[in-house]
């Protein structure tokens, strides 16, 4: 059974930065494509940041572009996100995914491995 396990989620405040880490254990090995997703209370889940396992290749969602990056560690078989300059929005409990295989990479659907969460909070 594929394990993903997310950490690094604290209570921070505006301009901060965060890393988070997830660690993924008996994972398939076609796994391809890793990502983050976010879900704010009261509001439905969405994508943040994917990484092709092949081509190392990231996709972001617009919020995270310039400020988060996502990394792997293949040896580890770990994935990072590196979130920068914080703001009160990106509260939300953060998911690590996992795919073999994916046609859009921000598509919360293309992706059966979840794990269960690091609560991300950034005060004003």
């Known amino acids: 059974q594929v394990q993903l396990v997310e950490s690094g989620g604290k209570l921070v405040q505006a301009g901060d930065s965060l890393r988070l880490s997830c660690a993924a254990s008996?994972?398939?090995?076609?796994?391809?494509?890793m990502a983050w997703f976010r879900q704010a209370p009261g509001k439905e889940r969405e994508f943040v940041a994917a990484l092709s396992w092949s081509y190392y290749a990231p996709y972001y969602a617009d919020s995270a572009k310039g400020r988060f990056t996502i990394s792997r560690d293949s040896a580890k078989n770990s994935v990072y996100l590196e979130m920068n300059n914080l703001k009160p929005e990106d509260t939300a409990v953060y998911y690590c995914?996992?795919?073999?295989?994916?046609?859009?990479?921000?598509?919360?659907?293309?992706?059966?491995?979840w794990g269960q969460g690091t609560h991300v909070t950034v005060s004003a």
């Open positions: 008996r994972l398939d090995p076609n796994t391809d494509t």
């Open positions: 995914a996992a795919a073999t295989t994916t046609t859009t990479m921000w598509g919360d659907w293309e992706y059966p491995y």
